[in-house]
């Protein structure tokens, strides 16, 4: 009696491919990212009460408009308003210019003038500045004293104080730079390299994670090269020019910049029918299909990858597909 011993199967050989079922799934790809959020401040008012802080009225990033208080100096307020003319005089009975004009349409816009525009200091206007001086708790001289207003180019707009020299208890003589407008929103952007910002190209989607927790969302802009490291700045927006940060811009530090978490979703999720990207096959004409159970190709259209994965249309749930679609 003799035994014939052979070699076992190579399992290479024997199993060139296997089957894996259709099944209902998500593709979609993302990167993590940090978004850097800035604010561009530019001085446009400066103090010209004297005397001792006793009260700050706004945080940085606040959107004031005429007559909104944005100090207290010696507990008597300083109010912002519109103007071109920056404050350099008492204005009262009988005082004519610019300035008054300015005086008039804040008073107008608070609700306590409703005469001409004409920047005469007449009865009616020292009515509406006693008027107003009552409502803000001050002595009812009927003149407005030069520290009294701060006249900024435009309002409604965004503000901060200087904190180094507006402060609770700080010491001010007239002439500081107290007052800063900021734009609608701060300047968001996200340093990549090469590489990553080939991954962003215009309008890719980037979910942002605010400093309190909630999310907002960007898209990518324009690319640019950032200086002395030689990555790329591609600069962010919000959907139809919206502000990113909608409300809750105040979040973000009027001084430095904000590091914030992000993912960019390189490629945007589907839902569908999921196959490996492996059982795709291609023929010459350019048809994208997969090979059943029993060896014949199915059309299929690819409606995204990702990580080798595809979610395709033309096949029905469970079916069984070829992995890799090329082979015996």
């Known amino acids: 009696m003799s035994t014939v011993i052979t070699p076992a199967q190579d399992v290479l050989e024997s199993t060139p491919f296997t089957y894996v079922a259709v099944e209902t799934g998500e593709v979609g790809a993302s990167i993590q990212l940090n978004t850097v959020a800035e604010w561009t401040p530019v001085p446009v008012g400066a103090n010209r009460a004297e005397g001792v802080v006793t009260g700050i009225a706004i945080q940085a990033g606040d959107e004031v408009d005429q007559g909104s208080t944005l100090y207290s100096v010696n507990m008597r307020p300083t109010v912002v308003a519109q103007g071109e003319v920056p404050a350099f005089r008492p204005i009262g009975a009988d005082t004519e ?24 200091g007449g009865s009616g206007t020292v009515r509406a500045i006693k008027s107003w001086q009552k409502s803000t708790g001050v002595a009812q001289t009927g003149v407005v004293e030069i520290g009294d207003v701060i006249y900024v180019p435009a309002l409604p707009t965004r503000v901060a104080l200087d904190d180094e020299l ?27 390299t090469e590489a990553q910002a080939v991954m962003m190209p215009t309008g890719t989607r980037i979910q942002i994670d605010s400093p309190d927790g909630s999310e907002w ?4 802009g324009e690319q640019a090269p950032e200086q002395d490291t030689g990555n790329i700045v591609v600069s962010l927006h919000g959907e139809d020019n919206v502000v990113i940060c909608g409300s809750q811009c105040g979040q973000i530090p009027v001084s430095g910049s904000a590091i914030l978490q992000s993912k960019v979703v390189t490629v945007e999720p589907v839902e569908g029918l999921v196959v490996p990207s492996a059982a795709l096959v291609t023929s010459a004409d350019g048809q994208t299909a997969v090979i059943n159970e029993e060896g014949r190709r199915v059309p299929v259209v690819v409606l995204a990858a990702a990580r080798g994965m595809s979610v395709v249309e033309g096949i029905e749930v469970g079916a069984r597909v070829r992995i890799p679609g090329e082979g015996p």
């Open 166 to 192: 507006i402060f609770r208890g700080a010491t001010v003589v007239g002439g500081e730079e107290a007052v800063q407008a900021l734009p609608a929103s701060p300047e968001f952007r996200v340093p990549v």
């Open 217 to 220: 969302v960007a898209y990518a």
């Open 97 to 120: 210019g610019a300035d008054v004009a300015q005086l008039q349409s804040m008073l107008a816009a608070r609700g306590h003038y409703s005469g001409p525009i004409d920047g005469k």
